[in-house]
């Protein structure tokens, strides 16, 4: 495999070719083999794995959708029909000669017992991470020794993409769970080889344990959810905590609003932090990894440099399925190319990306691998709505998250849909609760929020209700949800 430094520098054209010999070796010898899921899909649409050849040809394959490896009542284990499944019959029936060469050449000197053991170190699931499960039940995706050896290179990969040039002495903040970012922030220091203290988030140890913590180890480095990190750094600020130590702060399990990092960063300035950089991450379950941005100025976004020896990104109309050109927006689609467990390919993400993908070199640390546009929105945010009697209404909730987070006089905030008087055949209504800052005169800014929210989405929240922080911090699960809930609908599903 190559070196990061080599793999991030190589021409477009030489990506391309390793994306593609990747992409045919991984069909045709792990996912069609071995994926019970994929092998009946492919069969179905009479897709041979030799059709494969580029990442052009991904296009014949249909997407996989969540709901797909949801378990039903009548399939209570669909998950498991997207691991990778190896056994005697099926690796003589598709592996090649030289393949199946190498696995006689490792029986003859290690013996049978050993050839075994290589194969499980491939194939066997020894570990796994599971989605937070905020809308459906969680779902787990497995990893073998071979996807634990690459959560380490994405760990070390996402470091280097951080610029750490100084040693990295780390505060993981993310909560103590069988989840992706918690994992992904500990590979990271081991394969950097550098120092992180997992504190376990909110749940494990108190936020003021926590903030202790930090004025102890006067970290370089905190990593977190954004909501989490912001109440946090709050918190420490009322205690006219020094946080001078602090270089980087990077965020994660969660989108990035715009407006953000400006809110962050005005805090800690005022906290003594000197220079400073803010840096998003992304990521999810069925991808097993994270990408990261690296550093630059605090109100610019340098993109996700993603890994293009382990994964194809498209972007697609989310509505026809048509595959968009680069920098256009869309939804994301990802394909593994190098992952044994679970696997899949062609994914939609429900994830939409203004501005898409971009494969130009990456101005700030001049990186040539494919980068995501760091704008990314869930799908799921955008709401049809019951405004009136007479039609529904697609309402853009990520346009709220973004206007409320850039508002400095806003502490926290939640958007409650709701049916009006809780009658389930009743219009829908919208309601936003605040904390706000001392010293903001509330219907001002009440007036204020109407006008702006008004003309950017075209709908007026029915109330907005001021709280205490306390209230609000409550409200919102701060202390003991992963994912700070800030959109809550409370429509009775049908
Ligand atoms: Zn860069």
Known sequence: MLSW???????????????????????????????????????????????????????????TRKDDFVSTEESPQKFRDFILQPDERLIKKYWGKSKLLKLAFIKAIKGKEGLKKTLEKEYRPIFLTATTGTTNQPISFLYSAYDIENLYISGYRLLEVFGTKEDVRAVNLFPYAPHLAFWQTVFAGLAHNEFVLSTGGGKTISTQASIDLILKVKPNLIIGVPGYLYHLTRTAKDMAADFSFIRKIVLGASAVPLGFKEKLAGLLRGMGAGELSIIGTYGFTEAKCAWGECPTAIDASSGYHTYPDKEIFEVIDPHTGEVKGEGEDGELVYTSIDARGSVVVRYRTGDLVKGGITYAQCPYCKCTVPRISSQIYRAHNIKSLQLSKVKGTLVNLNTFTQLLEAERAIEEWQIEIRKKDNDPFEVDELVIYLSIASGIEPEGLKEKLKYKIQSATEVTPNEIIILTHKEMLEKVEMEVSHKVKRIVDKRPTN
């Not at 045709?28 to 494969?52: A, G, M, N, Q």
Request: proline share 7%; no cysteine; hydrophobic share 30%.
């Open 5 to 63: 430094d080599k793999l991030s520098h190589l021409s477009r054209e030489e990506l391309t070719q390793l994306q593609n010999a990747k992409l045919r070796n991984f069909i045709s010898r792990h996912l069609y083999p071995f994926s019970p899921y994929y092998r009946r899909l492919f069969d179905e649409h009479k897709i041979k794995p030799r059709y494969i050849k580029s990442i052009e040809d991904l296009r014949i394959i249909p997407f």
